[in-house]
């Protein structure tokens, strides 16, 4: 029960989409409330599209030891 990988490396304008390989459920949800996918069934996905540059911390908060950032460039 880890994000994987925990730091994802992108461009401005690219959509990202995690999958969830467990076999409980998670969430994908941003740490400063820009975006949250709900809950996420095992083998479901989320995917959202980044336009702006940053740093974007994100958890699963089901899980609270979840934690990873996506890097917009």
Do not use: E, Q, R
């Not at 461009?11 to 409980?24: G, L, Q, R």
């Amino acid at each position: 029960m880890a994000f994987n990988p925990g730091t994802i490396t992108a461009t401005a304008n690219t959509t990202i989409t995690w999958t969830n390989k467990d076999v409980v459920a998670h969430t994908v949800t941003s740490t400063a409330g820009l975006f949250d996918s709900g809950t996420i069934n095992s083998n479901g996905t989320y995917s959202h599209l980044f336009s702006k540059a940053g740093t974007f911390p994100y958890k699963c908060t089901i899980h609270s030891g979840m934690n990873a950032t996506l890097i917009v460039n």
